[in-house]
């Protein structure tokens, strides 16, 4: 994914002079995880360079150079280190729109590679989704494919709106072959990557290539489920992800962020009320333990895999027995 | 200029011609009058809060009328003055405190950034905006203003960072008034001033009396010619002092002297002006001056009549525009909503 | 509620010399909302004091104070200007105990006046508590009663947990006689407000008093409704809740925060799945609309009040109608 | 001492006497050793990662043998030298970056705050922990070390900051080794030196060769002192050089050149200091020196050694252990999920 979205941010420079790409170590190094390989020299390093060390101050500069019409693509070097920046994100970058009356736009993509699965110490890991879904006026995209990731990039530079634009480092270095340039559908879209009739799996990111793999796994046993990738977090259109279980009438959203507040508790909550009277079992949750992100040698406890998911897939009350909800499955499993 | 208005002898700086000084005063009284007329409607309950600016009107128009005609202004809540100085709309001034709307004005209109609130967070939009401006090729220079206590923010420090090393022509105007709300400025800052903070981040400082326009004037407009020039941001910490309450809702007794407030309307920023015009005739003979200043007057009551007067209405508010500007196009969740509270409404 | 919280901080640092507060304008002028009022007289300036403006710099002492033994209690002066030191918050102060296995509490309070109602411009009302109840390691409480503020402040003070306490600004000025100290329910416990049959509103700080106005009015048309104030937000007990909703089978949750992403969600999503066999209806959220906070003139229109709230009771399918959920009912009403 | 090792003849600071040169020759000694073999069990996996010191042993060893018993020291992820100097256990040092978990020591024990990943950000913990033994009548110290990259951040500034207004007593050590990853230092300030950047908050600024052990000893020394006797914090500029990778995953050949690396090997602080401790008898005569240094390497070797040993084993890592410290009281919640991940576990 990692060559992906160095392609698309190759292609966006070379197609609109506004569009510069700026953060710390994205220059001469390329980034730390050389998503922005080769750019600096391509472009030139008035347009893709090495700012000062200070998030902050990095989303603040791109705001006003989106205020005179440049198009700036910033990267937060990981998830927690973002978080320095996070009133110039909440109070200005999401709001900017608003407080103007649509009088100034803020184009501005804020790369973030995010959650864990590569073995990071502390900081290194965190799945900040929640903290920027929950704030109007961001975009909050995160794809789960290569192609997406490329097509996602351009549709995010291309975007008048602020994107938080999350990209799953783990995947950075997933091989599936695409061939780029490549458009997939649009970011606002969430798509059935995988069809299925028992269940419905709500996915975006990392867990989506897991999502696929317990889908294949559960097919061997003779589960059909659906995996539905979310793509655009918020604003979310719950219509996919809606449809699909108003069919299956069972659901279990995974992620890697902490389960307490997380992401998936909007899904739950929506997809509770939106699909009442088609729920045969409770939507379950299945993601993060709702402690900090643990140290590398612990990370498999806490994140979600195949086993987990096809855990929470049993639960889902295919007898039709009555549970006891009081010594029943809990949430987080 | 000293307390009583004297021409002091020699600056390394260009004094302001008679037409800029008459300038400065026109705006400074225009300028006190604006502030009186906000804080009364704030009294009267017709704003929602006001934050007064009396006292400082030395340190605004002398900041801002040393802009050019391309450049931006980045001001915070505290900056009415500076916003109607440099020619926004006085009602679109006032629309964040009375309550109608966030930014009452189109700030590409103005060149012009939103009033700003969280403290210290628009400076580093002021250095983007002119890295942008200098990449399209733009001769484009920014004034960001910031309080004393500001500047203790970690996002002032990155912000004289970000200019400094990108040698982006910001000046940086510090408008310490001696307090944030009722912190005053040695629990604020250690430093001898603190225009010393540039020296830090490479850049020039000066500090300047900031009750003396034509100072702040000079300051600001070699700051601003020299950063253009490529000469690099500055911070310019212009000396001065908030004679009214930090809101309409502060209680300043609780934290000062009356003793220190006479102090400063002793050397009040309007008074001094008046007595070097009126001594130097800059505005002319006797004659001349008193009507000039008469005049200024004369403008100043129209343009709080014109505030009143528009202000007297009541709001058309529209519900439904709340959804609109939240992203460029109202998404599905967004247009339910609006729906939703359209049909409630209705409802009721 | 603004007494009781002068009262409990009094009280404290009487108590415990290692008490300290400080904040912007705590001191002589006794904080904007004079919850500080009289301590510095009382205690000095090395307890009770005004630091510089900069609410990282603040967080990040207090976290070195509690280090050596101090029990800092600190106000961010609104909502939104605690963002600057969301990095403290959620890297240090909520993670340092884990960090350290134990070596290392931080009983830190941090005061916060939040959410709307006082006709406060732009940053000065937002809802925060989901980008802290999403922060695995702080323990996130409101009060929504002056008798609540004062014994929930005594307990945050005394607990070894860092705690985001927030307090529901507009309800400083609200005036239940209590006669003070007083001790409450243990904070961690979520209480019954008002008993029901008919339906539970679930609710917390500011939305308490709300709730149970719209409560009494149910009343007279004939509805009982249960009224459970949350109290603790994180880590949250859901048990006087989940006990609740089994048997009136119907649950509001409401809040001032925007609904999507918002606390509700966790609310609903758990309640959902833990007492999916006795829900009448699905579980409703009200709460604020996912725009930025409004201006004053129109913040009525977004914060949830007795009609809303009422308005979400009627849709919670008394008739058991079968409702088709794609024209149904919305979420965010 | 200049770069061959010779004295220099004056300075205001006092020089460390012979023991304490010994001291500082023996830890950076130990220290160099112990990054080499850190990086190897980097190499060979059996750390997650590891971000070497190596050629900044003087600037760590010499901040470090300056603090007091009662002392604090703050550090950074590149600071295990500080640590193992400090006298923390050296795998307890390497924990963290062996993964098995965050902090591998107990603060409290070795008056040591935990490793910083986030830049800048225990800096102002050092702050706060000062301000709280003054209050307790503790005479404390601390030593908060930072890179250069981090002196951009906001968090440097806020702790500089209260650390000058409260008078508190602690030294900001800034290791500029020039680099912040790949992002060298004219692209991350435009001061003159960082050590200026202590004027802007009224404190001192001490710039120093950070690669002459016995001159950061004496600063930093010094500073402390004055920092005790109520004269306020400082900040003292180390300026030195990483010679390795950032970690040993970074690929350094992309952004600097092997010239740069050989100037600064050149200046290598053990060598200098080696060469300055047998021209000037500190250890006594030939014979005497020649025995003590191989001692040095004896015992660095002994450290090593026992790192390897030590991190030889597999852990024991107890999952339920997770569960234990986020709260003082493992909560409902937590209970739950930590039965739920024990009983998941014991099915597979
Ligand atoms: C980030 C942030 N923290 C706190 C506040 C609350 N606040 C509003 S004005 C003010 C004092 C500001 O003082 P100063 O910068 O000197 O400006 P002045 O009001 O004196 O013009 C404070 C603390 C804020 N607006 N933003
Ligand atoms: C807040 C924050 N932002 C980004 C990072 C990622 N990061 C880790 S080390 C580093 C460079 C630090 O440079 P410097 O402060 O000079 O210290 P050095 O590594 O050279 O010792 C960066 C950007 C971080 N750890 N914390
Ligand atoms: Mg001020
Ligand atoms: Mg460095």
């Known amino acids: 994914m990692g060559a992906a979205l160095n392609r698309a941010l190759r292609d966006a420079a070379a197609e609109d002079p506004d569009v510069v790409v700026y953060g710390e170590d994205v220059g001469a190094l390329g980034g730390v995880f050389r998503v922005t390989d080769g750019l600096s020299r391509e472009f030139g390093a008035e347009r893709v360079f090495d700012s000062p060390l200070a998030e902050s101050g ?18 937060m070097q990981f998830d927690a280190f ?109 798509v059935v990557r995988r069809a299925g009739d028992d269940a419905t799996l709500v996915v975006y990111g990392p867990m989506v290539e897991t999502a696929l793999e317990a889908a294949a796994v559960a097919a061997e046993e003779g589960r059909s489920l659906e995996v539905v990738d979310l793509r655009q977090l ?64 612990m990370e498999h406890l806490h994140l979600p895999g195949v086993d987990r998911i096809l855990a929470a897939v049993d639960r889902l009350q295919w007898e039709s027995e009555w549970v006891a909800d009081a010594e029943g499955p809990g949430v987080g499993g | 200029m000293d307390r009583h208005g004297h021409r002091v002898s020699h600056s390394s700086f260009t004094a302001p011609d008679h037409t800029r000084l008459a300038d400065l005063h026109r705006a400074m009284v225009i300028g006190r009058r604006f502030n009186q007329q906000a804080s009364t409607l704030a009294r009267q309950g017709r704003l929602a809060v006001y934050p007064s600016s009396t006292g400082q009107e030395a340190a605004q128009v002398g ?29 679109e001034t006032l629309t964040l405190f009375r309550g109608d709307w966030h930014s009452g004005y189109d700030p590409h209109r103005y060149r012009c950034a939103p009033q700003c609130t969280p403290l210290a967070t628009n400076a580093s ?89 034509a100072a702040v004037y000079a300051v600001v407009s070699h700051a601003l010619a020299e950063a253009r020039a490529g000469g690099g941001p500055a911070i310019v910490e212009a000396l001065t002092y908030r004679v009214d309450p930090h809101t309409n809702s502060d209680a300043p007794q609780r934290y000062r002297d009356e003793a220190e407030v006479a102090y400063w309307t002793a ?53 439904a525009s709340l959804f609109g500007d939240v992203y460029a196009e109202v998404p599905p969740l967004l247009r339910e909503e609006r729906q939703e509270l359209v049909d409630g409404l209705r409802e009721t």
């Open chain 1, 58 to 75: 990095i989303i603040g500069t791109a705001i006003g150079m989106a205020m005179y019409g440049l198009r700036p693509v910033v990267e």
């Open chain 1, 82 to 190: 973002a978080y320095p920046a996070f009133e110039q994100v909440v109070s200005h970058l999401a709001k900017m729109r608003n407080r103007t009356r649509g009088a100034v736009a803020l184009p501005v993509v804020v790369r973030v590679p995010y959650g864990g699965g590569i073995g990071g110490v502390e900081h290194h890991s965190d799945s900040s989704e929640a903290y920027y879904t929950h704030t109007p006026g961001l975009r909050v995209v995160t794809p789960g494919t290569p192609a997406d990731a490329y097509s996602m990039l351009r549709e995010a530079i291309a975007c008048d709106d602020p994107v938080v634009f999350l990209e799953p480092k783990r995947r950075y270095w997933s091989k599936e072959a695409v061939e780029l340039p490549v458009r997939t559908e649009p970011m606002e879209r969430s």
């Open chain 1, 234 to 297: 918020s604003p979310w259109d719950d219509s996919v992800v809606t449809a699909s279980v108003r069919r299956t009438g069972r659901a279990v959203v995974v992620h890697e962020a902490s389960v307490f507040g997380g992401y998936g508790a909007e899904v739950a909550a929506r997809v509770g009320e939106r699909c009442f009277h088609y729920l045969e079992a409770p939507v379950l949750r299945v993601g993060g333990l709702d402690v900090p992100y643990p140290p590398p040698k």
């Open chain 2, 63 to 91: 900041g801002v009328l040393a802009l050019g005609d391309q450049d931006w202004l980045f001001p915070t809540y505290r900056d009415s003055v500076a916003l109607v100085t440099h020619g926004v709309d006085p009602v």
């Open chain 2, 125 to 213: 939009h002021a250095v983007g905006l002119t890295y942008a401006a200098r990449r399209k090729g733009r001769d484009v220079a920014a004034l960001a203003i910031m309080g004393d206590g500001a500047t203790s923010e970690g996002d002032a420090h990155e912000a004289y960072n970000f200019a400094a090393v990108w040698n982006t022509p910001v000046v940086f105007l510090v408008q310490n008034n001696h307090w944030a709300i009722s912190v005053p400025l040695h629990a604020q800052t250690a430093a001898p001033t603190l225009a010393h903070k540039a020296v830090g981040y490479g850049m020039r400082g000066y500090h300047v009396d900031g009750n003396d326009a």
């Open chain 2, 267 to 319: 050397r009040d920023p309007l008074t001094r002006m008046a007595a070097l015009i009126r001594r130097e005739g800059v505005l002319g003979d006797e004659e001349e001056t008193e009507r000039a200043l008469a005049a200024f007057d004369a403008e100043a009551e129209k343009v709080a009549a014109a505030v009143r007067d528009r202000l007297a209405g009541e709001d058309e508010l529209d519900p």
